[in-house]
């Protein structure tokens, strides 16, 4: 098992491109999430999918679209880049959303946009 | 939501024994406790997770007080490699999505 692959590892944007962030889990996981995470910080839930067709928001959202049109991928769609979104992003997932079942993260994709 | 509170950062050596604090004094009966870590330049990894009785894995153990206002994570021999924030977290059993919300950890450092 890969467990949970993040693509790319490092991105440079500059002010309004548009990026995507790949997400993909072998593990047949149905929860999948992202966070961000900033320097000195914790870590920041912005969406997160309980399932194949179903999304909704995190803590911080705003900026952020994601999709969920198969249990193995969740990209993180970027429509407009912003200097504010220069951050560390991890993906997790689990098997449920149950609190009795472990997460498993991504090594993260570190995105600065300029 | 239930808070957890930790110290910011804790120093031990190394081969010795650690024990990272958390309170949450106004945990409900339906909050599991889980810990997490995230080593330098890494996603967070799983560490344990308990409701009420002590639990132990290969990675740790976890103490629970008795009326479950506080816990103890234990590193039972330190090594350089488990320095690395320290992450206490309450899940709410009654979420049907319950999420992982992450607060700013313990920093563990640990000296050779």
């Known amino acids: 098992n890969a467990g949970v692959t993040q693509t790319p590892k490092f991105q440079v944007l500059k002010t309004g491109q548009s990026m995507t962030l790949q997400c993909a889990q072998d593990m047949n996981h149905e929860y999948m999430s992202w966070y961000r995470q900033d320097p000195g910080m914790g870590l920041r839930l912005i969406h997160y999918?309980?399932?194949?067709?179903?999304?909704d928001q995190g803590e911080v959202p705003n900026g952020y679209n994601v999709s969920r049109s198969t249990t193995e991928d969740f990209p993180l769609r970027l429509l407009s880049a912003a200097p504010s979104q220069t951050s560390v992003y991890f993906c997790a997932s689990s098997l449920t959303s149950s609190v009795n079942t472990e997460a498993f993260f991504g090594q993260g994709t570190r995105l600065t946009v300029v | 939501d239930a808070k957890t509170t930790q110290p910011n950062s804790m120093e031990s050596n190394e081969e010795e024994p650690v024990h990272l604090p958390c309170n949450h004094s106004?945990?409900?009966?339906?909050?599991?406790i889980h810990w997490y870590r995230q080593l330098p330049s890494q996603g967070p990894e799983y560490v344990i997770h308990g409701l009420t009785s002590n639990v132990n894995n290969r990675m740790a153990s976890l103490a629970i007080a008795e009326d479950r206002k506080s816990s103890t994570l234990i590193l039972h021999r330190a090594t350089l490699r488990d320095a690395a924030v320290y992450y206490c977290i309450l899940r709410d059993a009654r979420n049907r999505d319950d999420k992982i919300i992450f607060g700013k950890g313990t920093r563990l450092h640990i000296l050779p």
């Open positions: 999918s309980v399932g194949a067709g179903i999304t």
């Open positions: 106004t945990i409900s009966g339906t909050d599991y």
